[in-house]
């Protein structure tokens, strides 16, 4: 039996070729939670079949719910809500962030929700705080169970005006899925606004939510009494797209992506150009060729942030293709303290990198009075060799196969099945793309 945790590839090959790209990893599932706001059925249309879609079906199922496939979409009905044992959902938890998400649905439709230790890939300490202070804010009591919180609303959850203390994708997610069905107004600042939850914001008014986004990160929602049933597309991956965007880029390849959104990618774009890459777009944006203008590439300072920054899911493919620019590249990571593990790996290929523990940018970010290793020195450009490499997390994964695919000889790659969780199809899809694989 062949292990499929493990792959077999041998770099030094020039990508080419077409990827198409479906429904984002991190809007669709949050899109399947607000299914579960509604006792009507929805329909899902452009779904990623990844593993995270899978858990957070399952997650459905164990609310009494079903999340099925038809075609090529997904229909989500909950018609009774009725939340699973703590041992199931601290299952779910373990397995994936999602879960944390269905504290809304849960209270509203059954009066209680359930908090264990989330899951999801090992970026730093990844804490729910903020969601736990935007349901307390929201009238949710919480009392400590074995294993996590069991949380109560004993009446209807009323309205609150929440600051976050920095503006988290999931927290924001968490006050829009809480506060659509609560009493009254509720206000949210310094919230997020990345395209995914903008998604999440329009399926919500699809389904009867009041809810608007100003200037200065401020979300308003007034509360409904009743949702209804969506269909919906979800938007493009802008993180997978950018993935093959950078392999192109190490490979000094040619990759087109198909079925994404050029206002998503923006910030990438520019980014991609100062570093010598060079794209073309068609003309509705839906689809973007990306290779190298000139045959090394220019080093750069880059910042990772919130939208509409350089993001951070965006980072360590395109800073392990840097390793092939002629110069030193400087990089700081401000949104996760621990999103450079895989430097590690980078110099096992033989790239001169290193890593410091203070801010080499121009933010004073919330990681430089820690111990924390989150800026990145790369001096290129570096000849690399295929090596054994062991795959942390998801994004990082994706970035051994881009190092792997630009280095000479064989590298062994365990841990891949990680990949699964965000990239559908993706032994096919770098196989297509002319990478030597096993
Ligand atoms: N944070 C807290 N307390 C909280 C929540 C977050 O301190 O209660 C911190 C985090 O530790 C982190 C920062 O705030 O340092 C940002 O976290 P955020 O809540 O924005 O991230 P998330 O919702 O957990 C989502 C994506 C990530 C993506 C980030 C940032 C999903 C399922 N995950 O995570 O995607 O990196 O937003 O854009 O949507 C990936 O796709 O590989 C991935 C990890």
Redesign the pocket.
Known sequence: MPDTDVLRLRGGNRTQGTISIRGS??AL?KIMVAAMLTSEPSRIGNVSWIRDTQIVGEMIEAYGGSARRVGTELAVEVPDLVPPSQDVLGDLNRRS??PVLSCGPALHRSGEAFISTPG??T?????????LDVLRSLGVVMTEAEGGLRLTAPTRLRGARIELS?P????TEQFLLASCLAEGDSLLTNA?V?P?ILDLIYVLQKMGALISVETNRQITVTGVDRLRGFAHDVIPDR?EAASWASLALATDGEITVSGVRQADLATYLNTYRRAGGEFAASPDGTEISFWRDRSMLRPLALETNVHPGF???WQSPFVTALTQADGISVIHET???DRTGYVAALEALGANVGLFTECLGPTHCRFGRGNHPHSIVVVGPNKLQGTELHVPD??AGFSYVVAAAAASGLSTISGIDLLDR?YEDFRTKIAAVGIDID
């Open positions: 990893k991190n599932p962030r999602i999801g890939c970026i730093g300490a990844r804490p729910v705080d903020f969601h920095y988290s994708v999931g927290a997020a990345e995914e993180l993001m951070t899911d949104v996760y303290e998801l994004r965000g």
